[in-house]
């Protein structure tokens, strides 16, 4: 199958991009050819040296000093050596340079891109993309370009040696170039094509072990090896196939090239034959002009060679590209709201996700007022979770408005808004580091080791902070993988504590915590009471009964709102859910 030329398009495009990402380097690179170029001029000397060695030495006798012979040879590959090694130095500044750029680019796009993007990507693949990628296309680019150079500055050199010998005979070494170029632009095209191929399934093979190594316990308790094993295998073997393929058409170039080379070497080296035994040129400079000759196979097969990376690096590339074109959160506010006073209002606010068979939200309304508790409870499906992704524009309203002591939540800048939020879910998140680096996590004015300590006696966990090994400062592992869930839990309320907002959200907070974990939860719910805006998220019952307002959701509205005592009153919804959760 050909590669389209939408295809090769966007292979273009992507190579303008890494060539402007090169443009702020582009004195290393000049460098880096200088160094090369001068390199590459010693090659002739090579030859030109074995003609002057026979003639003078075999047929003139010696007229220099017979030890000055291997120290002009090492000599001279000893200065092409150097040469070689800085320009390789200096190419490896400028590609790590490009690297670090784009990784910058990439995470940068990674942060700010819609939260639509990760409903696509896996973590797993956002890192590939990230640290991988990035390398893998640059290293190879950079190793094509020293290739590209070094091999075609030592081809012009050679050539315009072969010129200087015998101008008839090299031109006619240009006779199989046609053909060659036709080839290899054939052999492009497939490589283009299945080099996609291989590409896409490596990101889903990726996909596949990022899985299992966040879903372990799932597919453990699912007995489920077997069944992952099989998902592994079948996509492993798609990228097995994909890379054969890639290889067998990227190995055609080699025997390809050389064919067509050995073809024009034959023909030339004949006629150098029969010149050489007519007289009319020396042994030395038959000698010389095979050797030179011989010497331009080299670099000719090594830019017929870089087809196939270039390919792959550039289709690589093009995947990172991706991720920096992601389509970015949307932030058009304007206004900065430096403290609040937590007072919130849900105007009719309608929120359809994509794709979605009714709305989450529908004509949602609620006034929530400073310093007051208010509990959300519903069957799943009801619309809680998406009050808060509302709240904090992770959805954007189709309807309606979203006040913030009075203002538009739509036209506050996202950081302005969301620094007055503190939330609390079930799906806990820490980061790889210490307790304290987790407790007062992107603080702007650092670490307040005091703070940390009075924010972890808050949650109930400094008792166990300060038995371990460096207090504080102790790593906690990936995800906190060091510590309890209960520990987990209690280590995010000192977080969110730490950042001393006006609105705490505890989204389903207790749901995964046991009786006593829940208990050191609710002291903080009670704590923080009446001082904070507070919006509760559960469907255990019991956290919820002591809040000011509770409001239960059906298919994105409120349908009853009372406090605990009046809902059960009134012996609708709410009570019924009591009475059912009491039975159990």
Known sequence: M???????????????????????HWKKF????????????????????????IDSGFKEGLNYPLWLVPIVIIGLFLVRGLFNFAGNYAMT??????????????????????????????????????INDPQFASQTLGNVVISVIKDSMTLVFLLGYLLYLNWQ??????????????????????????????????????????????????????????FELARFDKEAHVLRRMVLKTMATSSLITPMTQVVAAIGVSIIITLAIHQASQG?????????????????????????DVYQPVTGALITARGAFD??????????????????????????????????????????????????????????????????????????????????????????KLASLRRHFAVVSQDIVLFDGSVAQNVAYASPLGIDRAKVEQCLRAANLWNHVSTMAQGMDTGIGTNGSMMSGGQRQRLAIARALYRDAAVWIFDEATSALDSESEAVVQRSIEDLRHAKTLILIAHRLSTIKNADVICVMSEGRIVEQGTHAELMALGGIYAGMVRIQSAD
Do not use: C
């Open 30 to 53: 000049a460098g880096a050819f200088l160094l090369f170029t001068a390199g590459a001029a010693v090659e002739p000397v090579i030859p030109a040296l074995f003609k002057k060695l």
């Open 2 to 24: 050909a590669q389209t030329p939408d295809q090769a398009m966007e292979l273009k495009e992507t190579g303008r991009k890494i060539l402007a990402y090169g443009k702020p």
């Open 323 to 412: 991720l920096i074109n992601a389509p970015v959160e949307p932030d058009n506010g304007t206004l900065e709201m430096p403290i609040s006073r937590g007072d919130i209002a849900f105007d009719n606010v309608k929120v359809h996700y994509e794709g979605a068979a009714a709305p989450s939200l529908n004509g949602f309304k609620l006034h929530i007022e400073p310093g007051q508790t208010v509990a959300l409870v519903g069957s799943s499906g009801a619309g809680k979770t998406t009050v808060v992704n509302t709240l904090l524009r992770f959805a954007n309203p189709s309807e309606g408005h979203i006040l913030l002591d009075g203002t538009p939540i739509e036209d506050l």
């Open 169 to 226: 005979l090299t031109l006619l070494s240009f006779v199989s170039m046609p053909l060659l170029g036709f080839l290899l632009k054939r052999v492009q095209k497939r490589l283009q094509h299945v080099g996609q191929a291989q590409y896409e399934s490596q990101q889903r093979l990726v996909n596949t072990v990022d899985d299992n190594a966040r879903a372990w316990r799932v597919v453990r308790t699912f007995d489920a090896a077997d």
């Open 280 to 304: 009319s040129t020396t042994v030395g400079e038959f000698v010389s002009f095979i050797t030179a000759l011989l010497m331009t196979i080299s670099p000719m097969r090594h830019l017929t």
């Open 93 to 130: 500044d400028s590609v790590s340079s490009v690297v670090l750029s784009l990784r910058r680019d990439l995470m940068r796009g990674l942060l700010r891109a819609d939260a639509s993007l990760f409903t696509l990507i896996s973590p797993g693949v956002a890192v590939t993309k990230i």
